[in-house]
Structure formats: structure tokens, C-alpha cells
T-cell receptor
């Protein structure tokens, strides 16, 4: 079983839609969780850290469910500029595990 | 946030030559750095973990004699692609986690390697 599993998509949604991505992780001892955004031919950039209590940054909400071992990213009111690949990253000890990335295209 | 640089950003080389890529953490020290490869329209693939002062740890299927990693200081790791072939053409990215408990990864801007 992979350390981190992520639906690769692609997700094609209309502008203004709400879209959610999930990432499951296999190691219950995992400590830190992150969502990154990667634009085409660019490096990933940190979007949000994911805290146990859940956290929100504008239209983006990240949540952690330790019992079911998954993290989620919710994007509300999608914009064309949200089109990108979204990667989840899980830190376990001194190891980092990446999801395969979920491709999102927001359509006018 | 923290800054990681990579050099060169783009390199074209002939088949059979070796190419060195540098990854530097500019405003923090990194005892560990990670090297990835990404083919077009595919996800990041972790190649190896670079450890300052010790040998790198390679992922399964990655040839350590072909992809030489050196982490000589707390701010510099290098990846050398030896005897490059066209199939090595890819986007190579490094990253370094910050310390202090947050463990956020900061990525370099990537190096696009084309082997002709």
C-alpha cells in the first residue's frame, strides 16, 4: 500500500463551483500535513498546512481526519486561476511522502 | 518564506556527458534535501534523500551510480546525472524542509534537462 494515495483526477469544474480533494495516508504516526499547488512547468508551492482543528484561508479550507487517516482540501467559488495540480504531502518522522497530485481545470 | 535556489534552470547536453545540478537553501540550513524528477504531465517522483555529511538514500529503481548526490554543506546539495541519455531528459526539482517543528517543504524552481 502506498504511503499516500490521491485521486489524480482530472477534475473539470465550472467557475464558481465548489470542489474537494482528498488524500489518504497509511501511517497513523504521521505528524504534519500540507497541501501544495503546482502550476504547469513550475515547482510546487505551499498552499496550506493542515491543522488538526481544520483551517481556512479565504476560499480554501483544509481538514484533517486522523481517525480515518485522510486530509481534504475544499475550494469554494472556483476561479479560473485555481487551475493547477494540487499535491498533498505527509510528514512522518523525517520522511516526506507525496501524493500523485490532483489536476484541476476550472472552466469559464 | 524560505528560499531554495537551483542552478542551472535549463541545460541542454549531448548524450554521454555528465550534468551537475545545484540546490541551495538560501536563508536556512538544511541537513536533508530531496531530489525529484518529473516527466511531462506526470507527478513528482522522489529520487533520493540527500543527507548532509552522509550518503544519500535512493528510492527503489533509481541508480545511485548514475545519479550522484553530494550534500557537502548545510546549504548545498548537488545532483550529477552521469552519462546522460535522452531518456534522462526531465524536470529535476529539489526541496528542503525547514526545521523548527513546521517541516514545511520549500522547492527549488527546478532544472529542465534536455539530452540530445
Amino acid at each position: 500500500r502506498k504511503e499516500v494515495e490521491q485521486d489524480p483526477g482530472p477534475f473539470n469544474v465550472p467557475e464558481g463551483a465548489t470542489v474537494a480533494f482528498n488524500c489518504t495516508y497509511s501511517n497513523s504516526a504521521s505528524q504534519s500535513f500540507f497541501w501544495y499547488r503546482q502550476d504547469c512547468r513550475k515547482e510546487p508551492k505551499l498552499l496550506m498546512s493542515v491543522y488538526s482543528s481544520g483551517n481556512e484561508d479565504g476560499r480554501f479550507t483544509a481538514q484533517l481526519n486522523r481517525a480515518s487517516q485522510y486530509i481534504s482540501l475544499l475550494i469554494r467559488d472556483s476561479k479560473l486561476s485555481d487551475s493547477a495540480t494540487y499535491l498533498c504531502v505527509v510528514n512522518t518522522g523525517n520522511q516526506f511522502y507525496f501524493g500523485t497530485g490532483t489536476s484541476l481545470t476550472v472552466i469559464p | 518564506g524560505a528560499v531554495v535556489s537551483q542552478h542551472p534552470s535549463w541545460v541542454i547536453c549531448k548524450s554521454g556527458t555528465s550534468v551537475k545540478i545545484e540546490c541551495r537553501s538560501l536563508d536556512f540550513q538544511a541537513t536533508t534535501m530531496f531530489w525529484y524528477r518529473q516527466f511531462p504531465k506526470q507527478s513528482l517522483m522522489l529520487m533520493a534523500t540527500s543527507n548532509e555529511g552522509s550518503k544519500a538514500t535512493y528510492e527503489q529503481g533509481v541508480e545511485k551510480d548514475k545519479f550522484l548526490i553530494n550534500h557537502a554543506s548545510l546549504t548545498l546539495s548537488t545532483l550529477t546525472v552521469t552519462s546522460a541519455h535522452p531518456e534522462d531528459s526531465s524536470f529535476y526539482i529539489c526541496s528542503a524542509p525547514t526545521s523548527g517543528g513546521t517541516y514545511e517543504q520549500y522547492f527549488g524552481p527546478g532544472t529542465r534537462l534536455t539530452v540530445t
